[in-house]
């Protein structure tokens, strides 16, 4: 509000909401040649126009954006014609943002989605071995540089703010750009995650995939819109029963791997990283541990497999999934 700064939207509404940019980014990832019409990037289209006519500097952020391919970026570049555009890249250790994408898929379980879940080591050796646990962060920077102009780009090191106890908003805001915010500084702790709800997230994830796949197997019929009821069911009926369980650490997961990857990051691209802080990096990975499902035990443990069972029955007697070859009763004497 008291800056030359707008964010998409705000001329409709007054304040943007994320969803809308996240939607517009959307329609970015598959560029023909009617997606001018395409109803988020006519919007944004609009919005730049009046940006621009008012002499307003615009703040897109949405995470999306690291993720649309060149030809959703080139457009893009297209529709900031007339302004000067700087790209921010938030970077952190490979390890600990595959850790996050992990979490991101796995924790959030979609119970119509056909999707195996791996262990974590499973999952990162996939990375590993396509390379692109390495690749991700210099893909993306050249995607934009080729685009907007490596002067034009911007990387934070994410751990090496926090060891200076910065926030990354203030960073983005205030020191990028130039926004007069001194009172929104705020010191950020060691961490400002919930370790033991993150383990617990995993754990359920791994127990809801398990459920998932016997009712697949069962053919049953898993409607969307009870996924939150599904999710609620299982909770309730494993209550707290102690599952097996992974514990991982981190600096034991292809460390070498991620390290070289990020350390020629920091090499090649070093006069574009603030607070570069190659240590603050691995500190936070030696400390970050994992505890998740052991499938193994799990699938080969036969009271498990029985409240798998079970778990399916009630699913199915409670009208949450519609299971054509599970009778109401198949399940419901078993002793777990």
Same mark, same amino acid.
């Given at each position: 509000?008291?800056?030359?700064?707008?964010?998409?939207?705000?001329?409709?509404?007054?304040?943007?909401?994320?969803?809308?940019?996240?939607?517009?980014?959307?329609?970015?990832?598959?560029?023909?040649?009617?997606?001018?019409?395409?109803?988020?990037?006519?919007?944004?289209?609009?919005?730049?126009?009046?940006?621009?006519?008012?002499?307003?500097?615009?703040?897109?952020?949405?995470?999306?954006?690291?993720?649309?391919?060149?030809?959703?970026?080139?457009?893009?570049?297209?529709?900031?014609?007339?302004?000067?555009?700087?790209?921010?890249?938030?970077?952190?250790?490979?390890?600990?943002?595959?850790?996050? #994408?992990?979490?991101?898929?796995?924790?959030?379980?979609?119970?119509?989605?056909?999707?195996?879940?791996?262990?974590?080591?499973?999952?990162?050796?996939?990375?590993?071995?396509?390379?692109?646990?390495?690749?991700?962060?210099?893909?993306?920077?050249?995607?934009?540089?080729?685009?907007?102009?490596?002067?034009?780009?911007?990387?934070?090191?994410?751990?090496?703010?926090?060891?200076?106890?910065? #926030?990354?908003?203030?960073?983005?805001?205030?020191?990028?750009?130039?926004?007069?915010?001194?009172?929104?500084?705020?010191?950020?702790?060691?961490?400002?995650?919930?370790?033991?709800?993150?383990?617990?997230?995993?754990?359920?994830?791994?127990?809801?995939?398990?459920?998932?796949?016997?009712?697949?197997?069962?053919?049953?019929?898993?409607?969307?819109?009870?996924?939150?009821?599904?999710?609620?069911?299982?909770?309730?009926?494993?209550?707290?029963?102690?599952?097996?369980?992974?514990?991982?650490?981190?600096?034991?997961?292809?460390?070498?791997?991620?390290?070289?990857?990020?350390?020629?990051?920091?090499?090649?691209?070093?006069?574009?990283?603030?607070?570069?802080?190659?240590?603050?990096?691995?500190?936070?990975?030696?400390?970050?541990?994992?505890?998740?499902?052991?499938?193994?035990?799990?699938?080969?443990?036969?009271?498990?497999?029985?409240?798998?069972?079970?778990?399916?029955?009630?699913?199915?007697?409670?009208?949450?999934?519609?299971?054509?070859?599970?009778?109401?009763?198949?399940?419901?004497?078993?002793?777990?």
């Amino acid at each position: 509000m008291r800056s030359d700064y707008v964010q998409p939207f705000s001329y409709d509404s007054g304040l943007s909401h994320p969803k809308t940019q996240y939607l517009f980014t959307r329609e970015l990832f598959h560029v023909t040649n009617n997606t001018a019409q395409s109803y988020y990037v006519k919007k944004m289209q609009d919005f730049f126009s009046k940006a621009y006519q008012q002499q307003h500097n615009v703040l897109l952020t949405t995470e999306d954006l690291s993720a649309i391919p060149v030809e959703g970026i080139n457009y893009l570049r297209n529709m900031l014609v007339n302004f000067k555009t700087k790209i921010v890249m938030i970077f952190r250790d490979s390890l600990s943002r595959t850790l996050s #994408d992990y979490r991101h898929v796995y924790s959030l379980d979609k119970l119509s989605n056909n999707i195996p879940h791996p262990d974590f080591k499973t999952y990162v050796e996939h990375f590993v071995t396509t390379k692109s646990l390495q690749k991700y962060y210099p893909h993306m920077l050249e995607r934009y540089a080729n685009q907007f102009g490596i002067e034009n780009i911007i990387v934070i090191d994410y751990y090496g703010a926090v060891e200076a106890k910065k #926030d990354l908003t203030y960073i983005i805001l205030h020191e990028v750009s130039k926004i007069p915010c001194e009172d929104c500084l705020t010191i950020i702790k060691n961490s400002t995650s919930n370790t033991a709800e993150e383990h617990a997230a995993l754990l359920l994830s791994g127990v809801i995939s398990e459920v998932r796949n016997m009712m697949i197997k069962r053919k049953c019929n898993i409607p969307e819109v009870n996924n939150d009821k599904i999710i609620r069911i299982i909770s309730s009926l494993l209550g707290k029963q102690t599952l097996p369980s992974i514990t991982t650490y981190l600096k034991n997961v292809y460390y070498n791997d991620s390290l070289n990857g990020d350390d020629e990051f920091r090499q090649k691209y070093k006069n574009l990283i603030l607070y570069n802080n190659r240590n603050a990096s691995i500190k936070a990975v030696e400390k970050q541990v994992l505890v998740e499902l052991d499938f193994h035990q799990f699938q080969h443990d036969s009271h498990w497999q029985k409240w798998v069972q079970h778990v399916t029955s009630r699913l199915s007697n409670r009208s949450a999934i519609i299971c054509p070859t599970l009778g109401y009763d198949e399940y419901d004497n078993i002793n777990i």
